[in-house]
T-cell receptor, first 111, second 112 residues
Framework: NAGVTQTPKFRVLKTGQSMTLLCAQD?????MYWYRQDPGMGLRLIHY???????AKGEVPDGYNVSRLKKQNFLLGLESAAPSQTSVYFC??????????FGPGTRLTVL | AQSVTQLGSHVSVSEGALVLLRCNYS??????LFWYVQYPNQGLQLLLK??????LVKGINGFEAEFKKSETSFHLTKPSAHMSDAAEYFC??????????FGTGTSLTVIP
């Protein structure tokens, strides 16, 4: 039982490049989330999903897209990376409104 | 939308002293409440949660928190701090079923 895993762990991009972050969970959770964590700002919700094939915007969705084609996977895409997207990205999953379980994070630097 | 306020972005305690981390939330209905801990370069780990029932909740590593509806508070305590408790602590609120709101975190330093 791996819980929540994230790929990759680290990434450096140049401005304008694109990339996809992968989140996978093996707990059969319906709900999945993408957050970014920046110093002094806590966690901010980017997008979330309440089930396969559904997604919704969170607090800071601009510049990101997501897809939930399979229940266990939640992908976060950056179409044209900007330095302001330098952050640590966390994926989480939960059973409805119960506690969230977090992945180890992806450190992204955009130059 | 909910909001979560953690009083004190940095808290220092001596080893063996009481740990008290404060959390207040805004909600018109009883929410689900959580405390998470984050060690350096790691993800968030659930310490404890309140959903329904007993308002004093016990978690891992000797931590506990009390839900006080009248004060809209969910403060985290531990009777005796250990060096291993040094970490970032986040309070979170869920307004069921799908939105979670996090505080900005409190960094706990334990002084030997």
């Amino acid at each position: 039982n791996a819980g929540v895993t994230q790929t990759p762990k680290f990434r450096v991009l140049k401005t304008g490049q694109s990339m996809t972050l992968l989140c996978a969970q093996d707990m059969n959770h319906e709900y999945m989330y993408w957050y970014r964590q920046d110093p002094g700002m806590g966690l901010r919700l980017i997008h979330y999903s309440v089930g396969e094939g559904t997604t919704a915007k969170g607090e800071v969705p601009d510049g990101y897209n997501v897809s939930r084609l399979k229940k266990q996977n939640f992908l976060l895409g950056l179409e044209s990376a900007a330095p302001s997207q330098t952050s640590v990205y966390f994926c989480a999953s939960s059973y409805q409104g119960e506690a969230q379980y977090f992945g180890p994070g992806t450190r992204l630097t955009v130059l | 939308a909910q909001s979560v306020t953690q009083l004190g972005s940095h808290v220092s305690v001596s080893e063996g002293a009481l740990v008290l981390l404060r959390c207040n939330y805004s909600s018109s209905v009883p929410p689900y409440l959580f405390w998470y801990v984050q060690y350096p370069n790691q993800g968030l780990q659930l310490l404890l949660k309140y959903t329904t029932g007993a308002t004093l909740v016990k978690g891992i590593n000797g931590f506990e928190a009390e839900f006080k509806k009248s004060e809209t508070s969910f403060h985290l305590t531990k009777p005796s701090a250990h060096m291993s408790d040094a970490a970032e602590y986040f309070c979170a609120v869920s307004d069921f079923p799908n939105q979670f709101y996090f505080g900005t975190g409190t960094s706990l330093t334990v002084i030997p």
